[in-house]
C-alpha cells in the first residue's frame, strides 16, 4: 500500500520531471552525427581502476571520452595523474562538474564555479579544457541548459546505459555484468542497425566489476554487431577542447564533417578525412574552434525514459541552439 502509493507519486514526479528536462526541445540530441559508431563514455573517474580500464581499452584499440569529476582529480596526486595518462591513450577528457551535485538546484553562478573549478583543474593537470560536460544523473534543465551554452560546453546525454551502479550489490561479477550488458544486448546487439544507429554509451569507471569484467563484454559487444568506437568529438563532430587548450598529439582531430577511419577493428567508415592531424601545441594553445558546419540536429529515437531509472535517462543529450552560437563565438 505504502508502497503502491509512493510509486504512483514517483511516476507523476518523474512525468513532471521529465518534461521539465525535455521540453519540446528539437535540439536535444543523443546520437552521433553518422551511423555506425559508439561513443564509449565513462563517467565519475578518476577512479582507482583506471589504469586497468585504459589498458583494457589500449589492448583493443578503443577510444573512448572520460567525463571526470573535478573533486576527484584534486582528491588526489594518482588520480590527477590519471589525466594525463587518458590523453596519451587517445582518449578524450571531458567533465562531469566538480562535485556531481544536482545542476537543477543550483543557480547560474554555482554552475558556472562548478564548470570553472573542474576546468580549471583539469588544464592543471593535464593542458585541455574540455567542452564536452555530462551533467550528474542527467540533470539539466533549462537554466542549466542556457548556463553551460553560455560557458562553451557541450552537454552529452546517452542513448545507451550499462546502469551499472544499480548493480554493485551483487556478489558475482559475472551476474553484475549479465545484468549490466541487458540493454546492450536488447537494444543494441539484438535490434539495431550499424547502417542507420548509432549510440552514446554510459558505463562507470569506479566499480571494480565495470573494468574488470563489463568493460571486455561491452567492447567486444559492440565490435561484433559491426560498430566502431569513436570519441565524443567524433561523434558531434565539435572540437573536444575550448581555445587555451594544447591538443594532445595523440589524439586526432577530425576535420568537420568528416570522420576518420579507425586503425582497427569494426568496420571502416568511408572517410575523406587526410588523417590524423599533425599534433602540435598551437602558438595560441591548441584546439582550434572554427566556425566550420554544424553538426546535424537529430531528434530523440526510441523511448527516453526507462522507468526508474526515469530522470537520468530523460532526455537525450542536449546541444542548444545558443550553445552553437555562444560556442561559434569563442
Ligand atoms: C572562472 O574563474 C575565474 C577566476 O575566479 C574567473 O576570472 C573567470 O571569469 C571564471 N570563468 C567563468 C567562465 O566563469
Ligand atoms: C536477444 O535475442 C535472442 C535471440 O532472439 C534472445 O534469445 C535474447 O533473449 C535477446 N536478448 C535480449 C536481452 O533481449
Ligand atoms: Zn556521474
Same mark, same amino acid.
Not at 561513443?39 to 571526470?68: C, H, Q, R, S, W
Not at 590519471?82 to 554552475?111: E, F, P
Given at each position: 500500500?505504502?508502497?503502491?502509493?509512493?510509486?504512483?507519486?514517483?511516476?507523476?514526479?518523474?512525468?513532471?520531471?521529465?518534461?521539465?528536462?525535455?521540453?519540446?526541445?528539437?535540439?536535444?540530441?543523443?546520437?552521433?552525427?553518422?551511423?555506425?559508431?559508439?561513443?564509449?563514455?565513462?563517467?565519475?573517474?578518476?577512479?582507482?581502476?583506471?589504469?586497468?580500464?585504459?589498458?583494457?581499452?589500449?589492448?583493443?584499440?578503443?577510444?573512448?571520452?572520460?567525463?571526470?569529476?573535478?573533486?576527484?582529480?584534486?582528491?588526489?596526486?594518482?588520480?590527477?595523474?590519471?589525466?594525463?595518462?587518458?590523453?596519451?591513450?587517445?582518449?578524450?577528457?571531458?567533465?562531469?562538474?566538480?562535485?556531481?551535485?544536482?545542476?537543477?538546484?543550483?543557480?547560474?553562478?554555482?554552475?558556472?564555479?562548478?564548470?570553472?573549478? /573542474?576546468?580549471? =583543474? *583539469?588544464?592543471?593537470? &593535464? $593542458?585541455?579544457?574540455? @567542452?564536452?560536460?555530462? !551533467? +550528474?544523473?542527467?540533470?539539466?534543465?533549462?537554466?542549466?541548459?542556457?548556463?553551460?551554452?553560455?560557458?562553451?560546453?557541450?552537454?552529452?546525454?546517452?542513448?545507451?546505459?550499462?546502469?551499472?551502479?544499480?548493480?554493485?550489490?551483487?556478489?558475482?561479477?559475472?551476474?553484475?555484468?549479465?545484468?549490466?550488458?541487458?540493454?546492450?544486448?536488447?537494444?543494441?546487439?539484438?535490434?539495431?542497425?550499424?547502417?542507420?544507429?548509432?549510440?552514446?554509451?554510459?558505463?562507470?569507471?569506479?566499480?571494480?566489476?565495470?573494468?574488470?569484467?563489463?568493460?571486455?563484454?561491452?567492447?567486444?559487444?559492440?565490435?561484433?554487431?559491426?560498430?566502431?568506437?569513436?570519441?565524443?568529438?567524433?561523434?558531434?563532430?565539435?572540437?573536444?577542447?575550448?581555445?587555451?587548450?594544447?591538443?594532445?598529439?595523440?589524439?586526432?582531430?577530425?576535420? /568537420?564533417?568528416? =570522420? *576518420?577511419?579507425?586503425? &582497427? $577493428?569494426?568496420?571502416? @567508415?568511408?572517410?575523406? !578525412? +587526410?588523417?590524423?592531424?599533425?599534433?602540435?601545441?598551437?602558438?595560441?594553445?591548441?584546439?582550434?574552434?572554427?566556425?566550420?558546419?554544424?553538426?546535424?540536429?537529430?531528434?530523440?529515437?526510441?523511448?527516453?525514459?526507462?522507468?526508474?531509472?526515469?530522470?537520468?535517462?530523460?532526455?537525450?543529450?542536449?546541444?542548444?541552439?545558443?550553445?552553437?552560437?555562444?560556442?561559434?563565438?569563442?
Amino acid at each position: 500500500m505504502k508502497i503502491s502509493a509512493f510509486l504512483s507519486c514517483s511516476a507523476i514526479f518523474l512525468a513532471t520531471f521529465a518534461s521539465a528536462v525535455m521540453p519540446d526541445d528539437p535540439n536535444k540530441i543523443d546520437t552521433c552525427k553518422m551511423p555506425g559508431v559508439v561513443a564509449y563514455t565513462i563517467d565519475d573517474g578518476p577512479g582507482i581502476y583506471n589504469d586497468e580500464l585504459l589498458a583494457i581499452m589500449a589492448k583493443k584499440n578503443v577510444k573512448a571520452t572520460f567525463y571526470v569529476l573535478g573533486r576527484k582529480v584534486d582528491e588526489n596526486a594518482a588520480q590527477a595523474a590519471a589525466l594525463k595518462k587518458i590523453l596519451d591513450g587517445g582518449h578524450q577528457l571531458a567533465s562531469h562538474t566538480y562535485s556531481h551535485d544536482n545542476m537543477d538546484l543550483m543557480t547560474d553562478v554555482q554552475m558556472k564555479d562548478e564548470i570553472n573549478k /573542474t576546468s580549471d =583543474t *583539469i588544464f592543471k593537470h &593535464s $593542458g585541455v579544457r574540455p @567542452a564536452y560536460m555530462r !551533467a +550528474p544523473e542527467g540533470r539539466c534543465a533549462e537554466l542549466c541548459t542556457k548556463t553551460m551554452a553560455e560557458m562553451g560546453q557541450i552537454i552529452s546525454h546517452w542513448n545507451i546505459d550499462t546502469n551499472d551502479w544499480r548493480f554493485t550489490g551483487e556478489k558475482d561479477p559475472l551476474v553484475a555484468t549479465k545484468k549490466s550488458m541487458e540493454e546492450i544486448m536488447d537494444v543494441l546487439y539484438n535490434k539495431s542497425d550499424p547502417a542507420t544507429d548509432s549510440f552514446i554509451l554510459l558505463q562507470h569507471e569506479i566499480h571494480e566489476f565495470s573494468v574488470r569484467h563489463l568493460a571486455n563484454e561491452v567492447i567486444d559487444t559492440v565490435i561484433k554487431k559491426g560498430y566502431r568506437f569513436v570519441t565524443m568529438e567524433e561523434c558531434i563532430g565539435e572540437p573536444a577542447y575550448l581555445p587555451g587548450s594544447t591538443v594532445p598529439s595523440t589524439v586526432p582531430v577530425p576535420p /568537420t564533417g568528416t =570522420t *576518420i577511419a579507425p586503425t &582497427s $577493428g569494426g568496420p571502416v @567508415a568511408p572517410t575523406d !578525412a +587526410p588523417g590524423p592531424v599533425p599534433t602540435v601545441s598551437q602558438p595560441n594553445g591548441g584546439a582550434t574552434v572554427s566556425g566550420g558546419p554544424k553538426p546535424t540536429i537529430s531528434t530523440p529515437p526510441k523511448g527516453d525514459v526507462d522507468s526508474s531509472a526515469g530522470a537520468m535517462k530523460v532526455a537525450s543529450w542536449a546541444l542548444g541552439f545558443s550553445a552553437l552560437l555562444g560556442y561559434a563565438l569563442i
